[in-house]
């Protein structure tokens, strides 16, 4: 019995020496790079990305209906129905921009070009 009381204290100290070096080694980084690298090869990280595009494309898709809209029915000849199609956009525009300020969405990132300095005698 003692000798199976001493061989699990053992083996209990070996799995603490062996976390205590994982957590305090530099083998850390390259234990999160291959749990990053693993997650963006995973089906759920494309099907996010894929949903955050597609997002994207229904929100911009959505800007062109309404600016197309606006452009029709402000060509309208018949004064009343062009008020009331401007009516109806506007309802529109004020329910797109309330659904985009509750969940913006990126839609490009701009690349900032970083300026070249040169030294100049």
């Known amino acids: 019995m003692s000798i199976l009381v001493i061989t699990l204290c053992m083996f209990l100290i070996m799995i603490g020496i062996v976390l205590h070096g994982l957590m305090h080694s530099h083998s850390n980084t390259k234990l999160e790079s291959i749990f990053v690298n693993s997650i963006r090869k995973s089906e759920l990280y494309e099907y996010s990305k894929k949903a955050r ?20 029915a402000l060509g309208e000849e018949d004064h009343i129905k062009q ?13 797109y921009r309330e ?11 701009k690349e900032i070009e970083k300026p070249s300095l040169r030294v100049v005698n």
């Open 53 to 72: 595009y597609d997002d994207r494309e229904y929100q911009l898709g959505k800007a062109h209906v309404i600016v197309m809209s606006l452009g029709e």
């Open 83 to 95: 008020i009331e199609n401007v009516k109806y956009i506007h309802k529109n525009a004020i329910e």
């Open 99 to 109: 659904s985009a300020l509750q969940a913006p969405i990126e839609l490009y990132k």
